[in-house]
């Protein structure tokens, strides 16, 4: 397997210094405007940037994740959505000419990976994210931003016709994120990648071996799904791309993030299971708690609260552990 941090695209407080010093040579990074000060990822010359600033860190950039740029005119199916999904096929172009083989891309509309509460306490008085979706009660979205279920499966064949041969052309690997809570509706939004079954309705329109699963193994059990015997089945199918390492306590309405050693032997056993199955793809630490007195200062999506940097220094070290005692390949 291979181990990748998520880090930004620029070196902030030394996160780059510290994934290389952990042994880690590969980044995963969220190059959208907001976050680089550069233009977006469907500019040659920026990803080129991003990509050389890492390299001269001894970093690898492997993937793109998240929405790299707005991506509402897409998933909302507004009328310049067409104008986005050329920048998006410039952007896979990019990444086919730079080497950039992976991204993680999601298909939630007007609210992303969604969290009720980001100070929970955990072991020892780190701060931890929570879900609880009866603290959300009747609460809204402003109506422009909702959307129904058959609308937003329409949004994504639309977007997936149109980019997935763009993708094969490039040797880009896009892997779908999972629905973060996985319920539907959210505020009035609906989510659809919230079940197996609805991943393999994607698998079965779209024959491409271009197009599988990010398969963030939290999210899956939130889903209720059996996920080794999902897993099994989908990487001897070679649907799964990419691996989130976390865990929670809890279901799809009720959970709250914990560290990645709470269940004991778990996350051990699943990396032992991933190898055994013969997945040799990219793996990361994802949604970490805040630990050693950092602060998260709420949550508005994006990496924000769940990528302090104590807390991943953890689940890496912890990662590799695991990896070495189960003499698991670990690039």
Avoid at 17 to 25: H, K
Avoid at 131 to 145: C, P, Y
Avoid at 192 to 197: G, H, W
């Amino acid at each position: 397997m291979k181990l990748a941090m998520m880090l930004p695209p620029v070196n902030e407080g030394g996160k780059w210094e510290l994934a290389a010093q952990m042994g880690v040579r590969r980044a995963i990074t969220k190059a959208a405007p907001e976050l680089s000060g550069c233009e977006p990822p469907s500019e040659f010359e920026s990803l080129a940037l991003t990509k050389k600033h890492f390299a001269a860190a001894g970093l690898e950039l492997c993937a793109l994740e998240g929405d790299q740029f707005d991506m509402s005119p897409i998933k909302l199916g507004l009328s310049d959505r067409d104008e986005c999904i050329e920048k998006y096929r410039r952007m896979l172009r990019n990444m086919g000419a730079l080497g950039i083989p992976l991204l993680c891309l999601n298909f939630m509309a007007s609210i992303g990976w969604f969290r009720t509460r980001s100070d929970i306490r955990e072991r020892g008085g780190a701060l931890t994210t929570s879900f609880d979706a009866d603290d959300i009660g009747g609460r809204l979205v402003e109506e422009r931003l909702r959307i129904g279920e058959k609308k937003l499966w329409e949004n994504l064949f639309y977007f997936l016709d149109a980019v997935l041969p763009v993708a094969e052309e490039s040797g880009v690997m896009l892997g779908l994120h999972p629905d973060d809570p996985p319920i539907s509706p959210l505020m009035g939004v609906a989510r659809i990648l919230t079940s197996v079954e609805n991943y393999e309705k994607i698998f079965a329109r779209y024959k491409s071996l271009n197009i599988g699963a990010t398969f963030c193994q939290a999210t899956f059990k939130a889903m209720g799904a059996d996920i080794r015997a999902v897993s099994a089945d989908w990487i001897a199918r070679k649907k799964i791309f990419f691996i989130h390492i976390r865990d929670i306590d809890g279901d799809a309405r009720h959970f709250r993030e914990v560290f990645v050693d709470s269940q004991k032997n778990f996350t051990a056993d699943m990396l032992a299971h991933y190898d055994r199955c013969g997945f040799n793809g990219v793996i990361r630490s994802d949604h970490a708690p805040a630990m050693g007195g950092e602060i998260q200062d709420g949550f508005n999506g994006g990496i924000s609260a769940g990528y302090q940097s104590f807390g991943h220094i953890y689940a890496t070290g912890y990662i590799k552990g695991c990896c070495d005692a189960a003499k698991i390949p670990l690039q």
